[in-house]
């Protein structure tokens, strides 16, 4: 006697569809991308995507991942190979610029534009948290160039690591409204103008 296999296999690349995923939320945000049109971007049913993902949140959080190691990868790289803090931040300010106006790709930062008016608690502080973390890091790095003596001893390592992430803010806010690399490069040399 011969079993049946249940359902149909999967006729999608769940790599392919995670990328539409990131794409979507990305453009659109968190609170306004419907599953529907989830189901339409990812060609999959409501079924198939509750069985590949999980459902709209768990996707969102597979999606958050994705971005960060696909299109956020720069900032870590910036910070591990550039010799000092500044060095790292400008490095990361100038890419931003490149960064959040490539051609083919929805504009600013995911993180920032996924947040943009959800009603959803726990999105905005997973959003928040990731944001902040990047900010801890900024400043953990710029308090080990003062402590090497590299930046002034009275240099507000917490105050510069946070102006760094409102600067990225800015940035990515600045492409999503349409302003262009060479001016969001002018910024980016701008800010780190401002540093001890």
Request: with cysteine; aromatic share 6%.
């Amino acid at each position: 006697m011969t079993t049946r296999q249940r359902g149909r296999p999967r006729s999608f690349d769940r790599d392919t569809a995670l990328d539409q995923a990131v794409r979507l939320f990305w453009s659109k945000g968190y609170e306004a991308t419907s599953i529907s049109d989830l189901t339409a971007a990812l060609d999959i049913g409501v079924r198939s995507l509750y069985a590949a993902f999980g459902g709209k949140k768990a996707l969102f959080d597979e999606v958050v991942e994705a971005y960060t190691t696909r299109y956020g990868g720069w900032i870590a790289r910036a910070l591990a190979e550039e010799p000092t803090a500044k060095q790292a931040i400008a490095r990361i300010l100038h890419e931003a610029a490149e960064e959040h106006t490539r051609p083919g790709r929805p504009r600013g930062c995911m993180l920032l534009c996924a947040a943009d008016n959800t009603n959803n608690v726990e999105v905005a502080e997973q959003l928040r948290q990731l944001r902040n973390r990047d900010v801890a890091i900024y400043e953990q790095r710029i308090q080990a160039d003062v402590d090497e003596g590299i930046l002034p001893p009275d240099t507000d390592a917490a105050s510069l690591a946070r102006y760094t992430g409102a600067v990225l803010q800015g940035i990515s806010q600045s492409a999503r409204d349409g302003a262009s690399r060479e001016q969001l490069r002018r910024v980016a040399a701008l800010a780190v103008q401002g540093w001890p």
